[in-house]
């Protein structure tokens, strides 16, 4: 059981490889629980007789359904397209889960013209990006669907993709 960790680091290290019944399985159990208080720190890390494994708060969270996941899109459009329309278009997607969508125009208010293309943005919890794509490929009616593009940031992820409609 890990019962105080408050004012240290930002994980724990604990060495069992001497305790009686500290097998892997009671080692992630008691993560579990640790992380489940809401407790501060971001991983474990126990060495017992014949496991070394880190546990990570954010795995954990993941595992459990607690953490939000967030992906951060940008649309670029071409200049050929009417921009009202596509975006009237984009902004009729509908969630899986009924949650509303709406991306924004980034040459709009305050910044009007900044970017040589069309560019709608947004933020999205629990985002089905497959879901999206599909519905970009098969629901927007592209004048030039050959220059859209779509750039995506998972906050679960560190890479950064590239999608071409």
């Known amino acids: 059981m890990i019962t105080n960790s408050t004012n240290q680091g930002t994980g724990i290290i604990l060495g069992v490889t001497k305790q009686a019944g500290a097998t892997q399985e009671v080692a992630k159990r008691a993560a579990s629980r640790y992380f489940g208080q809401g407790t501060s720190k971001d991983l474990i890390h126990v060495v017992g007789e014949g496991f070394d494994e880190t546990f990570t708060r954010g795995e954990w969270l993941k595992k459990n359904n607690k953490m939000s996941s967030y ?10 397209e ?4 596509r975006m009237q278009e984009v902004n009729d997607y509908k969630m899986e889960d009924g949650r509303a969508f709406s991306m924004i125009d980034l040459n709009g208010k ?15 919890n629990n985002f089905n990006l497959e879901h999206f794509l599909m519905y970009l490929r098969s629901d927007v009616f ?22 071409s409609l």
Do not use: H
């Open 110 to 124: 305050p910044y009007p013209d900044v970017f040589p293309r069309f560019m709608l943005c947004g933020a999205y």
């Open 142 to 163: 592209w004048e030039e669907p050959q220059n859209v593009r779509l750039i995506v940031q998972d906050d679960l992820s560190e890479n950064v993709d590239y999608y």
């Open 71 to 80: 992906t951060s899109i940008i649309l670029f459009i071409s200049p050929g």
């Open 82 to 85: 009417n921009l009202s329309k």
